[in-house]
């Protein structure tokens, strides 16, 4: 059983990363371009965060269980090194094992997720039976959202692809085609800015100084910087909007190729322009990731009412200090709201909420059944933000009026 509570764009996410390691990744990435991507994701995410990192082969293995990232970051990135490939294509095995992964050591406060990489045909149904259509059931009753990655010419058309933009679309999560191994770190930057309330955007330029932008509202901003192949790439400084230069946490680390990355975190940063500077001797891709620090939730709804009568749904955005957001940058966002009926098998889109300024949205719910009803939110804004509430507003087992007589 999954256990969901409220959360915000800034609240802790639970993470599974499968790792497609079949043998036929010695060809599609002999340069490990899908661990790198996973280290940067492990230094990436903040310390309340949680990950867990399974290979694909021979079934499912557990490389490293689902745990905080502050104590175990470095544990899951020397583990993600020792991966090697070789056997088959198990997805079904490992998809089970992931959801298992997030129901066993997940947390109340977290927002589930699955990252699945691979880069070949994947079988309908596993050796045990089990099937497809189970696991993705599975993961929609519980709002987890599935983000898939087809890597190379096999998984990127044809059947292979259809079935990994299943995962997605079932889910609600988002599909990556990946035509070379070095679009990975790239797409693993995008997948954590929806797992954590916004999208990376990403810039390539030459060593030197280099202008960005970061939005209000953002409790942390990640740079990450890789360059190209057989380069180096390094940070020497953040200057912010008003010219000063930020407190900036440094990473530095390769993969098990020796590619090497730099990830630079500024905490609580200044909205407008931002300048880089960096050094280096090869051209340089550079992803900004900003982590808001926003609260996305929906009011409690009532426990009973009667069958037929509308429920209005409230969500609210409000800063961290719980301080309604502006109304410009209210209007800008699409709060969608989808629930789950008695008999339902998944998560049902409802419509928008209607901004009511403030930071409050609102919609009508019609409780045309009697029985149990459970709601979540997705708050967007543009190409930033990107946040989801877990699906914890549940309406009672009874639907019906009470008469106090």
């Keep these: 059983m999954f256990l969901c509570a409220p959360a915000h764009a800034g609240a802790p996410s639970d993470t599974v990363i499968v790792l497609d390691s079949s043998g036929s990744m010695q060809q599609n990435d002999p340069r490990f371009r899908a661990h790198l991507a996973a280290q940067i994701y492990a230094d990436v995410i903040d310390d309340v965060d ?6 694909m082969d021979p079934g499912s293995i557990v490389v490293h269980e689902l745990a905080r ?14 991966l090697a490939a ?7 095995e490992a998809l089970s094992e992931a959801l298992d992964q997030l129901a066993t050591r997940g ?3 977290a927002v589930p997720s699955i990252v699945f990489l691979s880069d070949g045909e994947c079988p309908e149904t596993a050796r045990d039976g089990r099937t497809t259509a ?5 993961a929609a009753a519980n709002n987890v959202r599935i983000f898939s990655i087809g890597l190379g010419k096999k998984a990127s058309s044809g059947e292979s692809a259809a079935y990994l933009e299943r995962l997605a679309v079932a889910t609600q999560g988002h599909h990556y085609s990946a035509a070379q191994a070095e679009e990975l770190p790239g797409i693993f930057a995008q997948i954590f800015g929806r797992t954590r309330g916004t999208r990376a955007y ?8 280099r202008p960005f932008t970061i939005e209000p509202y953002v409790s942390t901003a990640a740079i990450v910087l890789t360059p190209e192949e057989g380069g180096t790439a390094d940070v020497d400084g953040l200057r912010t909007p008003s010219g000063g230069t930020a407190t900036v946490a440094l990473v530095r680390d390769k993969n098990r190729k020796g590619l090497p990355y730099v990830v630079a975190k500024v905490r609580y940063p200044d909205a407008g322009s931002w300048t880089l500077d960096s050094t280096g001797d090869r051209r340089v891709h550079m992803a900004v990731i900003q982590t808001f620090g926003l609260d996305v939730s929906l009011d409690p709804l009532p426990d009973n009412v009667p069958t037929g009568a509308p429920v209005v749904v409230v969500g609210r955005v409000t800063d961290e200090h719980g301080q309604p957001i502006d109304d410009k940058f209210g209007g800008e966002i699409d709060f969608e709201l989808s629930c789950r009926g008695p008999g339902d098998k998944g998560y049902k889109k409802l419509g928008k909420l209607g901004h009511r300024g403030g930071g409050e949205y609102q919609l009508p719910l019609d409780v045309d059944d009697p029985g149990k009803y459970a709601c979540f939110g997705r708050a967007r804004r543009g190409s930033t933000l990107d946040a989801t509430t877990p699906s914890v507003r549940t309406l009672g087992e009874r639907m019906d009026a009470k008469l106090d007589l």
């Excluded at 949680?50 to 290979?55: F, P, R, T």
């Excluded at 990232?69 to 020792?82: C, F, L, T, V």
């Excluded at 189970?134 to 599975?138: E, F, P, Y």
Aim: aromatic share 2%; proline share 5%; hydrophobic share 30%.
């Design 202 to 209: 990403e810039l390539e330029f030459e060593p030197g100084s």
């Design 86 to 92: 070789s056997g088959g294509t198990h997805c079904v």
């Design 69 to 82: 990232s502050g104590p175990s970051r470095e544990d899951a990135k020397r583990r993600i090194r020792k």
């Design 134 to 138: 189970d696991v993705l059931a599975t």
């Design 107 to 109: 947390r109340r406060d």
């Design 50 to 55: 949680a990950l867990a990192i399974l290979s």
